[in-house]
C-alpha cells in the first residue's frame, strides 16, 4: 500500500464513520410509526453512504471495507424495520361502518409493527461503546455497557490510568452481563497509560499516543503519531506505524491469553521511513525490559496506581 493511499484509507474511515454513526444516531431515535417524507430522507443519506464506500472499492484495505459494508447492512435492516411501520393507505380509515354500529366511532386500522425478534434486533443497533475523558483510574469492563453483538469500541483522552478489558479479572469470569465482544478498537489521545487488552479478530488503529504500554491481539494494527509506547502483540499480519518514535514491539503475553497467539512483529513496516535501511523508530524490546507482572488486580487508590505506572511505563 502506497503512502498515499494509506493516508486516503485513514482519512476515509475517519469520514465515513462519522457519517455513518451520525446516521446511525437519527434512525436511532426515530419513533414509530416514521412518516414517509423522514424515511425517504433516512433512505436517501443511506444510499449516498453506500455510494460514497462503493467509489472508495480499492483504495481501502478489504478487510475495512467487508466490516463498513457489514455496518451498512445493520441500518438498512433497521430502515426496513421503520418502513413496516408506516400507516397502511388513507383509504382504509374511510370505509364504511355497518349501521348496526354507526353510533361507534371506527377502530383505527392496525399498523404493521416489528415483531419481537426484529424489535430486538433494532434495539441492538445502538452507538458504539466508548471509554473516554478518565484520569488516574483503574478501569475495568465494568466500566462498558454491556453489548449482545460484536461492537467497536473507542478508547481515547485518558491520562494516567490503567485500562483491563481481560476475559477475566483476578483469575475469575466475568459476571454475567459483562460480557462485550469487541470486533475493532479505535485508540486516540492517551497518555501514561497502560491497556491490557484482549486478542480481537478485528483492527486495532491507535493516534497519539504518549508514555504508554499497550497489550492487544488483533488482525491488522495500524499506529499513527505515538511516542515511547511499548507494544505487546499478536499478529497474523504486518503491523504498520507512520510518524511515530521509540516504539518497542514484543510478542502477546503468554500468562494474560488463553489463546494460541502470533508473534510477527519483526516485521513492523513504517511508512515514514520507506528505506532498505531500518527504521529508526521503532524496535524489538529487549528480554530485560519485558513486564512480568501485570496490574490485573483492581486497584483502588491512586498511590497505588501512580506507583505501578512510574515502575511500568516506558522511560
Excluded at 483476578?170 to 478498537?185: T, V
Excluded at 488463553?258 to 516485521?267: I, L, V
Aim: contains cysteine; aromatic residues 6%; hydrophobic residues 35%.
Amino acid at each position: 500500500m502506497s503512502d498515499s493511499t494509506w493516508s486516503f484509507s485513514q482519512t476515509f474511515a475517519s469520514e465515513f464513520q462519522t457519517s455513518r454513526a451520525e446516521l446511525e444516531s437519527r434512525v436511532d431515535l426515530v419513533k414509530a410509526p416514521i412518516t414517509a417524507d423522514a424515511l425517504n430522507t433516512l433512505s436517501s443519506d443511506l444510499a449516498k453512504l453506500t455510494k460514497t464506500l462503493a467509489d472508495a472499492t480499492g483504495s481501502v484495505p478489504s478487510y475495512d471495507q467487508r466490516q463498513y459494508e457489514l455496518q451498512l447492512k445493520s441500518l438498512e435492516k433497521s430502515l426496513e424495520n421503520l418502513r413496516a411501520s408506516l400507516p397502511k393507505s388513507k383509504f382504509a380509515f374511510k370505509r364504511k361502518a355497518p349501521a348496526a354500529s354507526s353510533s361507534i366511532p371506527p377502530s383505527p386500522v392496525p399498523r404493521a409493527v416489528p415483531d419481537a425478534a426484529s424489535q430486538q434486533q433494532l434495539s441492538s443497533i445502538s452507538t458504539n461503546p466508548t471509554l473516554s475523558s478518565h484520569s488516574f483510574r483503574y478501569l475495568s469492563r465494568d466500566s462498558l455497557p454491556s453489548a449482545s453483538q460484536a461492537s467497536d469500541l473507542t478508547i481515547s483522552d485518558l491520562n494516567s490510568c490503567i485500562v483491563n478489558l481481560l476475559p477475566a479479572i483476578d483469575g475469575k469470569p466475568l459476571a454475567e452481563g459483562g460480557a462485550l465482544e469487541i470486533s475493532a478498537l479505535h485508540i486516540r489521545n492517551l497518555t501514561d497509560t497502560i491497556l491490557l487488552l484482549p486478542v480481537i479478530r478485528g483492527s486495532v488503529l491507535l493516534h497519539d499516543l504518549r508514555r504508554c504500554i499497550l497489550v492487544v491481539g488483533c488482525h491488522q494494527f495500524r499506529m499513527h503519531t505515538s511516542t515511547d509506547v511499548d507494544v505487546y502483540l499478536s499478529i497474523p499480519s504486518t503491523p504498520i506505524i507512520e510518524h511515530c518514535s521509540r516504539i518497542r514491539f514484543t510478542s502477546y503475553p503468554t500468562a494474560l491469553s488463553p489463546k494460541e497467539t502470533y508473534s510477527n512483529f519483526f516485521s513492523v513496516q513504517d511508512f515514514s521511513h520507506i528505506k532498505a535501511t531500518p527504521s529508526p523508530n521503532w524496535s524489538a524490546m529487549p528480554t530485560d525490559a519485558l513486564v512480568r507482572r501485570w496490574p490485573v488486580s483492581t486497584i483502588s487508590s491512586e498511590k497505588e496506581l501512580t506507583d505501578i505506572l512510574d515502575t511500568l511505563l516506558p522511560r
